[in-house]
T-cell receptor, first 114, second 110 residues
């Protein structure tokens, strides 16, 4: 059973470009969470999705950031018009349910904005 | 606002020492508390705690939750260099959101 997959592992973008980060949850998991980790800081919740639905996006910046989890294919975190402050590690986690289920993390995508 | 506070922020010990990492929280609708170990990659799951006073144990690691005083501790006995990592405490609240602390950076010297 493959773990949570994320790609790319490293992404370099110039200011103003778009960044697309992908996450394939573990087999059988229909709950996906995205987190951002800035240097020397803990993980910050961004968004929680189930298939075709955004359940909680209270941690997402209001502008430039969006997320989706289509019926087929991976979950996508999209950042438009990136700025230097978007440079961070973005982790995806999946779980088979909510509340009393642990989340399994992917290896993360390290985004660098130049 | 929901928050999770870990202490100390960093810790340097010698191999063989015992360490205690602390996690206190203030959240609405507590569901569970989780501990993760993060090396240079994805956090890996250690423990999930939902009930007060019941110790969870795995090898040299153990953890306990106090829901009255709103804190948890993670103990590591007979530390090894491979224990060097960031230890993250997280609280599941209100069903969807997971709030992470800033982590404790542990360095074990040979």
């Amino acid at each position: 059973n493959a773990g949570v997959m994320q790609n790319p592992r490293h992404l370099v973008r110039r200011r103003g470009q778009e960044a697309r980060l992908r996450c394939s949850p573990m087999k059988g998991h229909s709950h996906v969470y995205w987190y951002r980790q800035l240097p020397e800081e803990g993980l910050k919740f961004m968004v929680y999705l189930q298939k075709e639905n955004i359940i909680d996006e209270s941690g997402m910046p209001k502008e430039r950031f969006s997320a989706e989890f289509p019926k087929e294919g991976p979950s996508i975190l999209r950042i438009q018009q990136v700025v230097r402050g978007d440079s961070a590690a973005y982790f995806c986690a999946s779980s088979p349910g909510t509340e009393f289920y642990e989340q399994y993390f992917g290896p993360g995508t390290r985004l660098t904005v130049t | 606002e929901d928050k999770v506070v870990q202490s100390p922020l960093s810790l340097v010990v010698h191999e063989g020492d015992t360490v205690t990492l602390n996690c206190s929280y203030e959240v609405t609708n507590f569901r569970s508390l989780l501990w993760y170990k993060q090396e240079k990659k994805a956090p890996t799951f250690l423990f999930m705690l939902t009930s007060s006073g019941i110790e969870k144990k795995s090898g040299r690691l153990s953890s306990i939750l106090d829901k009255k005083e709103l804190f948890s501790i993670l103990n590591i006995t007979a530390t090894q260099t491979g224990d060097s990592a960031i230890y993250l405490c997280a609280v599941r609240a209100g069903g969807f959101k997971t709030i992470f602390g800033a982590g404790t950076r542990l360095f074990v010297k040979a």
